[in-house]
């Protein structure tokens, strides 16, 4: 799915550039809401922020 959208971008990059940073704006909100929201859930869940480094790829 990331590689789907990832090419659909480039292609619009290039026919329609106006369109792209629309989309760009989007998802950069979107992705910040649920980022914030999974963030939540996953300390709902009772899993620790070193925990939820490694799920993530990042150290403590």
Known sequence: M???L???LDVLTYEA???ALRLVAV???ATAEAGEAAA???RA???TWGEIATGLGLTE
Do not use: G, I, K, T
């Open 40 to 42: 939540h859930a996953a």
């Open 6 to 8: 990832r090419e659909r």
């Open 17 to 19: 550039p106006l369109a």
């Open 27 to 29: 998802l950069e909100h």
């Open 45 to 47: 869940d009772d899993q």
């Open 2 to 4: 990331r590689e789907q």
